[in-house]
């Protein structure tokens, strides 16, 4: 199998609020080899767009900390100073398409020269070079030569999208973090970009997060899923074992609640609310609601391993293994 | 027996809850305020009608004229042509007391929860307001029917939620609130639009199923817009497919889905997946191009420029009418010419 | 109707130093007006400040006492000397009475007095008395002031009697009355006993002869007086109340119009939100000062007219541009289309409806508008469009101008309503900057 690309190790960020301290990403460990794609599953306000902006390092000023290892590659990023980090590792390295970035393109630039931009102020390429690259890049998203000289407004939904992944991916970074990257678009215009997700990762050797809410979107990229409940992984899995046979309970329940369209059965609401971030309980987060909870679920369950590379963050597998990964 | 039997088995004689003929809701773009520029056209030319105590779904993508549908049902926007009759009585030629009769007749359920409510009033408040515009003027009555849809909706114990704000509750519970305001006034018809697209996928299914349960209950008329095929299964009965302002298919639930007719329903079917690891591994079809203009549709079939089945000289020259290939089945398309 | 929010709002003020400043700035300001409003009744503040009779006791342009006490002077207060504690002598003659009056008073501080006067009353005469004065000093010289005949009320004004100056060797009659006459060149104060006496003769057996004399101190009160013996005390109080009414019902009136115009706008569209905008940009440039001064001078300067003024022109102003702006998006929210879809009228939608969602955000707006209204009256009033009949902070600026009182070195009579303008203004500012914080989450940090 291909060497790891990205480790992460105990990642925390934790927000300074009036209210209190969130802790959006509580301990997160979970690894990404070379064109491996990884799908970070979870519910708004799980925490799963902090995860991106911890590893991208795009951080609000109201930060109360900080913590975990992330290593790219050879390198330790996680101790690079700011300044090192944009410099080497920020777009060249690792990019973030936001949240509906779609709509936060420069409004007078025109589409080639947003595209050609990181370009040029990363390697100081010239304008020729860096168009020529942009026109490559667009055709590879499938966005046509036409569209070059148009100004974002110009430009559909579903087109503006595939503006902002070229961005992303034009100075060939090793991992693209994509946050909910077609929640806001149509039916067929999101199959469309699923398509060319899935035919660039076969192209380029490029590894992906994608960071989504929705379980069938999920699924069209996933080589792995991380399940997110309140600030942790409860879950990580390869795909064919998380869509197959869950292990933990709340993967098991999110999967019962999809509405399905080829499958008769009835979806089964999740009962309950996701715990607050600002002070979680005590013990594993999700024993509210969950059907299975017993005694030990009052203290803070490990992630048990499953098998290579699959931990379930619940007690129940306490006894399946025996042979607690991670811990906390 | 389920409420699609009763629907079966009602009397032909019985005139429809809701009946719209010929319908076309057109905007008109001015320039300076005056200058006619042309006119886009949201909905155009749509026919249907439902039953009492019929749940159905209105699917199509944005900007396939399903939104204004539901707000000239409303009657938010005045139709430009054709005609929406509600127990036999056109909506066109309510005015005053009868318009206002009519609004307390339909329910209105928007997508976004938190927009829906107002932020300066507390739950008690906003769910008060439709009981004061129709003249509930005695407090007890009010809070008796206030407490009654809290609970309807599952927000129990009602006192805990009078007073609360809108920001202080969660996605669900908000959308819950707009339910019960929506019910509020006993209407015979509700119209969601998108109810349940804003929400995470486990407050989804509490949402449509509480829809759903109310609808039976009250033997509710609900007109469900939705964007996402996927949700449509168990919650209604019938489903109409829109396309650029137009209904292109019509079936029961299990029958569209099972066996979609119209290229444009079968696009929309092969691009929705079920959750499953193979995905990733597939290719989609996805029809090229994008939803036409409502300013200058498509002439005739309004999707023949993205349909792989695509026949020069027909589909581009004449309107496709609406045929039945299977019983109750109807698709707007020359393919079963 | 919006309970929590508010609460919530109120109280997270607490946290705000300057808030809590701002607060009791304009605590104070409003105790300091139900206290003048309560103690000095309109009619009679409008009667005093008229002038006259009223003030013949007090200084001209005197300074106010603190200041005297801040500079660790000695500067004399007013004093009167009356002949009601003298010890009156009286001898009866053939047809009338002679009476000597003595009024005595011990003199020594560190200034001379500002003016000297002496009031006399005779009542009940039917011949008019007659008087002679000398005055006699510690030092036991005797200055004869001369003799009048006189009238029922009469007041003698020693400071210009221009022949007794003379006499004193140039020296005006209140500082050469007092001076030692052993110095030369400054005069000093001959600290001692002095008597002004009076040898009347009156013609009446039943009449009485009065006198008091007064020395005027060259300070006076807690605001010092103007050039017309009044007291500034009695503008600087009154003008409290009528500065924050005036800021008050300025602002109250303009941002309520204003906002139900543009919400009204809004709503309907159209023509009626076109005909608001026009009206709106043909009010803007229409410049508000020269109006103002043009209604003040054609017609009348009454301050309730002017603020009548300032609201109409202030009704179509760029606030009407900023409301709609911030209305236009909350038009389409969707909560507006769901009270239109159970039935709300247009009147409830605009009322309850679109308004209120911005509120929060004008609260801060609109108590950072009052002490601009307040500036402008002030303005008006130093521009000489002041009411003419109440006294307030911009007339006593106007007279100050008028009398060139930074030139005469009559600084409190600036310095003392530009400080109360001033706190108005950095007590409503505070506030209001404050509650902006609160009330517009975009400021707020996290």
């Not at chain 1, 913590?67 to 973030?96: C, H, I, N, Y």
């Amino acid at each position: 199998m291909s060497e790891t690309l990205l480790r992460v190790e105990e990642l925390a960020l934790h927000y300074r609020t009036r209210q209190g301290t969130v802790r959006a990403v509580d301990g997160i460990s979970f690894d990404i080899r070379r064109n491996e794609a990884l799908v970070v599953l979870g519910e708004s306000g799980c925490g799963k767009s902090s995860l991106a902006k911890a590893l991208m390092r795009v951080l609000p000023r109201n930060v109360a900390h900080q913590g975990g290892r992330v290593r790219l590659g050879e390198v330790e990023v996680s101790a690079l100073p700011d300044e090192r980090f944009r410099r080497e590792v920020q777009w060249s390295r690792l990019a973030l398409v936001m949240q509906a970035s779609m709509n936060a393109l420069n409004p007078v630039v025109r589409v080639g020269e947003q595209v050609a931009e990181p370009l040029r102020v990363l390697h100081g390429w010239s304008r020729k070079r860096a168009l020529d690259r942009a026109v490559e890049v667009l055709e590879l998203v499938g966005v046509s030569t036409d569209f070059l000289a148009r100004y974002p407004f110009e430009l559909s939904g579903g087109m503006r999208q595939r503006v902002v992944l070229a961005m992303a991916l034009v100075a060939e970074p090793e991992l693209v973090i994509l946050d909910e990257p077609t929640s806001a678009l149509d039916v067929l215009t999101q199959a469309s970009i699923m398509n060319a997700l899935k035919r660039i990762k076969r192209e380029l050797d490029t590894s992906f997060i994608l960071i989504t809410h929705d379980v069938a979107t999920s699924s069209e990229l996933a080589d792995r899923v991380a399940l997110m409940y309140a600030g942790q992984l409860v879950e990580v899995a390869d795909a064919a074992r998380f869509f197959g046979e869950p292990a933990h309970p709340y993967s098991q329940m999110l999967m019962a609640s999809v509405p399905r369209l080829r499958q008769r059965t009835r979806p089964e609401p999740i009962p309950g609310q996701p715990p607050s971030l600002f002070d979680p309980p005590g013990g594993c987060r999700f024993a509210e609601r969950c059907p299975y909870r017993f005694a030990r679920c009052a203290q803070d369950p490990p992630a048990f391993r499953l098998g290579e590379r699959h931990r379930a963050r619940c007690w129940l597998h306490a006894e399946n293994e025996g042979n607690p990964g991670g811990g906390r | 027996m389920s409420n699609r039997e009763m629907a079966e088995t009602r009397s032909a004689g019985e005139s429809p809850l809701l009946a719209v003929e010929g319908l076309h809701t057109w905007f008109e773009l001015r320039q300076w305020g005056f200058l006619r520029v042309g006119s886009v056209r949201a909905v155009d030319g749509v026919d249907f009608a439902l039953e009492r105590g019929e749940a159905v779904a209105f699917v199509g993508e944005s900007g396939c004229g399903k939104s204004s549908l539901a707000r000239t049902l409303l009657g938010l926007h005045r139709p430009t042509r054709g005609e929406v009759r509600f127990g036999g009585r056109s909506l066109g030629a309510l005015k005053g007391r009868e318009l206002k009769a009519y609004r307390a007749e339909v329910g209105y359920v928007q997508q976004d929860p938190y927009g829906a409510l107002p932020p300066f009033l507390d739950v008690g408040r906003i769910l008060a307001e439709p009981l004061i515009i129709h003249g509930v003027k005695a407090r007890a009555e009010r809070e008796r029917r206030i407490r009654a849809a809290l609970e309807e909706v599952r927000l129990s114990p009602a006192e805990e939620y009078l007073s609360k704000f809108p920001h202080m509750l969660s996605g669900g519970q908000q959308q819950r609130v707009v339910i019960a305001r929506a019910l509020i006034l006993a209407p015979s018809l509700v119209i969601a639009d998108e109810p349940v697209s804003m929400l995470d996928a486990s407050v989804r299914v509490e949402i449509l199923e509480l829809l759903w349960r109310i609808q039976q209950e009250r033997e509710l008329t609900l007109a469900f817009i939705t964007h996402d095929l996927s949700t449509v299964r168990h919650y209604a009965e019938r489903i109409f497919v829109m396309y650029a302002g137009r209904v292109v298919e019509s079936a029961s639930v299990d029958d569209l889905l099972d066996h979609p007719q119209h290229p444009y329903t079968q696009a929309l079917l092969a691009a929705l997946a079920d959750p499953d690891a193979a995905n990733a591994t597939r290719l989609r079809e996805v029809p090229a191009g994008e939803p036409p203009s409502l300013l200058h549709p498509p002439a005739a079939c309004r999707f023949h420029p993205r349909c792989p089945h695509f026949m020069a000289g027909l589909c581009d020259r004449d309107d496709p009418p609406d045929f039945e290939p299977r019983h109750g089945h109807r698709s707007a398309c020359w393919l079963h010419r | 109707m919006m309970g929590g929010r508010w609460r919530e709002g109120l109280g997270e003020l607490r946290r705000y130093p300057s808030a809590l400043v701002g607060m009791a700035i304009i605590a104070a300001l409003v105790g300091l007006s139900l206290y003048t409003v309560i103690a000095i009744p309109y009619s009679e503040a409008l009667a005093q400040w008229r002038g006259g009779e009223v003030w013949q006791r007090h200084p001209v342009n005197a300074g106010p006492v603190w200041l005297d006490r801040l500079t660790g002077g000695e500067a004399p207060r007013t004093r009167t000397v009356s002949s009601e504690a003298a010890e009156v002598e009286s001898r009866a003659f053939e047809g009338g009475r002679r009476l000597r009056i003595p009024l005595a008073f011990d003199f020594d501080a560190g200034g001379f007095p500002s003016e000297m006067n002496l009031f006399l009353r005779a009542e009940g005469h039917d011949q008019r008395p007659f008087v002679r004065l000398v005055w006699q000093t510690p030092d036991g010289r005797e200055i004869a002031l001369g003799g009048h005949r006189l009238g029922e009320r009469e007041r003698i004004a020693l400071s210009q009697d221009r022949a007794l100056e003379r006499r004193l060797g140039g020296l005006v009659p209140h500082i050469g009355l007092l001076a030692d006459p052993r110095r030369e060149e400054e005069p000093q104060v001959l600290p001692g006993r002095y008597t002004l006496l009076l040898d009347a003769v009156v013609f009446d057996a039943e009449a009485s002869l009065t006198a008091d004399l007064v020395l005027y101190g060259q300070v006076h009160g807690l605001a010092g007086t103007d050039h017309q013996r009044r007291d500034l005390s009695l503008a600087l109080m009154w003008g409290t109340p009528v500065a924050l009414a005036f800021g008050l019902l300025a602002a109250v009136g303009t941002t309520i119009t204003t906002l139900v115009i543009a919400a009204v706008g809004v709503w309907y569209r159209g023509w009626v939100d076109a005909a608001i905008q026009r009206l709106t940009e043909v009010n803007m440039i229409l410049p508000m000062l020269p109006i103002l001064v043009m209604v003040g001078t054609l017609y009348s300067t009454s301050i309730w007219l002017m603020l009548g003024v300032v609201v109409v022109l202030g009704i179509f102003s760029a606030g009407i541009k900023m409301y709609r702006a911030m209305l236009l998006p909350i038009r389409e929210a969707p909560y507006i289309e769901a009270a239109q879809a159970y039935g709300a009228g247009n009147g409830r939608i605009v009322l309850r409806y679109l308004i209120p969602r911005i509120l929060p955000v004008l609260i801060p707006t609109f108590v950072t508008l009052i002490p601009t209204f307040v500036f402008l009256e002030a303005s008006l009033a130093v521009l000489g469009l002041g009411d003419p009949l109440l006294p307030t902070w911009g007339k006593v600026l106007n007279d100050a101008q008028q009398q060139s009182a930074l030139y005469n070195g009559y600084y409190y009579w600036v310095v003392s309503p530009a400080v109360l303008l001033m706190l108005t203004g950095l007590g409503f500012a505070m506030l209001g900057f404050a509650l902006d914080r609160v009330f517009n989450p975009r400021l707020r940090s996290l």
